[in-house]
């Protein structure tokens, strides 16, 4: 263990309380990670960048990312309020995690493919998936192209080359790459970023992934958002390793950490795998340290294992305002226009939940359908049966 991140993981592991048996972990999350030797940092705490490792983003990118990260945090705190009003049923948000997400997206190309996890609707929509789709799957409305019968925020992009949501931990890694060696196999040229959390490595469908890309070379981009938790167990419980970018050396993939939360090192590091990918040269995997500011979703309270006042110093990490203030250097922004944007932004998204929850809902029946060219009899039955049957209040449909 390097001198540089030692200090920082028992400092976490005080923070935290340390582990379930009282000792101290390698990988105990603390926001000094990011400055260790070894993490890739672009974005400098004076707004400026690091020549070294700058990406070289025009000014019309980073305005245009800022909007989307400032998008997907106010689609996030309107999305809990819904579901706080009973007017939607479930969201897993991505509050924290902007630059991660956003960066990564923004670095693949034209012609490649992404596989999410859930966390990574403000990708989708990069990709070009409109809003109202997005709002009509929270809503499981007649519009919904999957028609309510998954989970809110389990959404799917064919268009935008976007794969769809499942929530099975890690099982997007084994399809991400089988897709990646399809596309060798027939020798496009396309690279697959796949998304997934901490929690996931402990997932059979990582190693398998993971020993499946190095051994064939697979084009792929191991996307590992490193939040600091899986739902309510911490990194230092989840593994021994101290990073999970090392995980990648049993399996002959090399691995990169990056500060997940500087929007320029993930457009970095994630056009370096792609490049890498690209040239032939088979997968790559990026730990992204970043931090879940809320909640791993509206199921669930954090409060109950994680103290609310230790989070003030990761809350000063977090990637929207770090961004703002390189914004503010470069091109003059001002509060004025902060405050035009989320006006716009506000009334886009107002007028999304209003046509949402003015549609109707799928039809009952629409449950057996799409699966069968031809309803077999036995469905046949049990539809019938179900239209017969008593309702519950509210769903007459």
Not at 42 to 64: C, H, I, K, Q, Y
Request: glycine share 8%.
């Amino acid at each position: 263990m390097s001198t540089a991140t030692q200090p920082a993981s028992s400092l976490a592991s005080s923070a935290s309380g340390g582990s379930m048996d009282g000792s101290a972990h390698p990988v105990a999350r603390h926001p000094l990670d990011a400055h260790a030797p070894d993490v890739v940092r672009v974005l400098r705490d004076d707004g400026t960048l690091d020549p070294a490792n700058d990406p070289g983003l025009r000014s019309d990118e980073v305005l245009t990312l800022y909007r989307a990260m400032v998008r997907a945090r106010l689609l996030d705190e309107r999305l809990v309020l819904l579901q706080r009003q009973g007017r939607i049923g479930f969201h897993i948000g991505c509050k924290g995690e902007e630059a991660s997400i956003l960066g990564s997206a923004f670095a693949m190309r034209q012609n490649d493919w992404i596989f999410p996890c859930y966390r990574e609707f403000a990708a989708a929509l990069w990709r070009g998936m409109p809003l109202q789709r997005y709002v009509d799957n929270m809503f499981g409305n007649t519009n919904d192209p999957v028609k309510g019968r998954q989970m809110p925020d389990h959404y799917t992009w064919k268009t935008g080359k976007f794969g769809s949501v499942s929530s099975p931990i890690g099982t997007q890694i084994t399809q991400a790459v089988g897709f990646a060696w399809a596309a060798k196999i027939r020798k496009e040229d396309a690279a697959v970023l796949v998304y997934f959390g901490d929690g996931a490595t402990s997932s059979n469908e990582f190693h398998n992934g993971m020993n499946f890309a190095g051994v064939f070379k697979a084009p792929t981009v191991f996307f590992c958002r490193n939040n600091g938790w899986a739902i309510s167990v911490p990194t230092e419980r989840q593994t021994a390793s101290e990073t999970f970018a090392q995980k990648g050396i049993a399996y002959g993939v090399p691995g990169v950490r990056c500060d997940g939360n500087d929007l320029f090192a993930v457009v970095k590091v994630t056009r370096d795998a792609v490049a890498r990918a690209a040239r032939g040269e088979g997968p790559t995997i990026i730990e992204a340290l970043t931090y879940r500011l809320e909640g791993h979703s509206t199921s669930d309270d954090p409060k109950a294992y994680r103290p609310e006042a230790g989070l003030d110093s990761w809350r000063r990490l977090d990637p929207i305002p770090r961004l703002r203030r390189y914004i503010e250097r470069t091109t003059g922004w001002t509060d004025a226009q902060d405050k035009e944007l989320e006006a716009e932004l506000d009334a886009e998204l107002k007028a999304a939940i209003a046509v949402a929850e003015k549609t109707a809902l799928p039809a009952l029946e629409s449950m057996f359908e799409d699966v069968f060219g031809e309803l077999p009899w036995h469905l046949q039955e049990q539809r019938d049966e179900l239209l017969r049957g008593p309702r519950a209040k509210g769903h007459g449909h």
